[in-house]
């Protein structure tokens, strides 16, 4: 039984459908974390407490665990766990990213820094420093331009300015916003770049990308804020420009040298071409991954873990039918106290899952602040086009019920603590 250590952020969406995967596979999972599970004392050494923050710490750690048993895949499931997932593969001979490529897709201004020095497509930017002026460097790269932080996900504190003043704010928001995490990190003042924004999953096996899906997202990205909502696939771009996304989206990635495992991967449409946005060593984030079908209904968390167990990827192409998902917005900020509506939106045709991640009596908090979405719906039908308006629809049946008043109010909902990250 082949042995997988699966690196499980206790704020991930992710768990439940990797662990599905796994046992899919007749593997062995080992779940890292860096909160005790419930279980870790029955679990033994299937349970492991990590300090994903400190990536060598977390590597001396899987190799001392590999080390009374043996370990045959190291999987990150999202962004936290990427370097020390490097890190630990490369001490024990497993498929992995070089750490210095891990850590570069995680630093926006260093993965900014690699897609420059290879002529990568990607906006004109600055790198401020803590306490450092904003609109100066807001001015070179020109009006508007989007303020930023270097390491978060899911467009949190990602805010447009069109002018110095508002520039101004907007880099005191962000710093806000990232002060409880790293109160001295820098800032990415970027130009803002118009046109339809795609989202590209792939799969890099050996430094080679394989384009796995290619979602459009319909709702203009415009800002001041970036929330995503809907995306569809397959995008709705002609074959040369979805070519030309796979071309710049695998040079991206040898720019930033990664060469194995899940690739997530924002870029914008531009009539010179694709520009790259982003692109994470991580598959899709959230609950967005149950959108895609390949083969015969495998999911992608179970591609994802053939290849790092080195087993034959077969049946790799995505499912015929179109799809999509909805990552429900959180309309304002207060207290979450109840989702009308779910049976209306379940019963529009082409609508195939909803479900709501934030439990009633909890904080809701929208972006840029928030790292949560409300839910996902899911979707599936014989063209894009009627994936969306099934999306809409069902969207529009939905009735959210937000207590107004102050977040710290909200008493803990059943479940516990569901402070997760969104995509």
């Not at 630990?88 to 201004?109: I, Q, T, V």
């Not at 720019?255 to 924002?266: D, N, Q, T, Y």
Request: hydrophobic share 45%; net charge negative; charged share 25%.
């Amino acid at each position: 039984m082949p042995r997988v250590l699966l690196l499980l952020p206790s704020a991930t969406y992710r768990a439940a459908d990797f662990l599905e995967a796994a046992e899919a596979l007749g593997a062995e999972v080992v779940v890292a974390s860096e909160r005790r599970q419930a279980l870790a004392g029955a679990m033994g050494d299937r349970a492991i407490r990590l300090p994903l923050s400190r990536p060598e710490e977390a590597a001396d750690a899987i190799a001392g665990l590999a080390a009374r048993r043996p370990l045959d895949a190291i999987v990150a499931v999202d962004d936290q766990g990427v370097v020390a997932a490097a890190l630990a593969g490369e001490r024990l001979g497993l498929p992995h990213n070089p750490p210095e490529a891990a850590a570069r897709s995680r630093d926006k201004a260093a993965m900014r820094a690699a897609l420059a020095a290879a002529g990568i497509p990607q906006p004109d930017h600055r790198v401020v420093g803590p306490g450092d002026d904003v609109a100066g460097p807001a001015g070179e790269v020109g009006f508007p331009c989007v303020v930023k932080p270097v390491s978060l996900s899911a467009s949190r504190g990602v805010i447009r300015a069109d002018d110095p003043a508002s520039a101004v704010a907007a880099a005191a928001r962000v710093r806000w916003i990232v002060a409880r995490e790293d109160p001295d990190a820098p800032l990415l003042v970027e130009r803002f770049v118009p046109g339809p924004e795609v989202a590209l999953e792939g799969l890099l096996r050996s430094g080679t990308l394989e384009v796995l899906a290619l979602f459009d997202k319909p709702d203009p990205m415009e800002g001041p804020f970036f929330e995503e909502t809907i995306y569809v696939t397959p995008a709705r771009i002609e074959p040369e420009a979805a070519a030309r996304v796979g071309e710049v989206a695998a040079r991206a990635a040898r720019a930033l040298g990664l060469a194995e495992g899940p690739v997530h991967a924002e870029l914008r449409l531009t009539p010179d071409g694709p520009v790259v946005l982003e692109l994470a060593a991580r598959s899709i984030g959230g609950l967005c991954s149950r959108a895609l079908r390949f083969g015969a209904g495998v999911r992608l968390e179970e591609l994802i873990l053939r290849h790092a167990l080195g087993a034959p990827l077969e049946g790799i192409e995505r499912e015929r039918a179109a799809s999509g998902v909805m990552m429900l917005p959180i309309p304002r900020a207060g207290v979450l106290r109840e989702v009308r509506g779910r049976e209306a939106a379940l019963s529009v045709p082409g609508v195939g899952g909803l479900e709501i991640t934030i439990h009633p009596g909890r904080p809701v908090v929208p972006l840029p602040e928030g790292d949560r979405y409300l839910g996902f719906l899911f979707a599936r039908a014989d063209t894009p086009d009627r994936v969306e308006a099934a999306l809409r629809e069902a969207h529009a049946r939905l009735e959210v019920v937000i207590e107004e008043g102050s977040p710290a109010e909200a008493a803990p909902g059943p479940g516990g603590d569901d402070d997760e990250e969104a995509c």
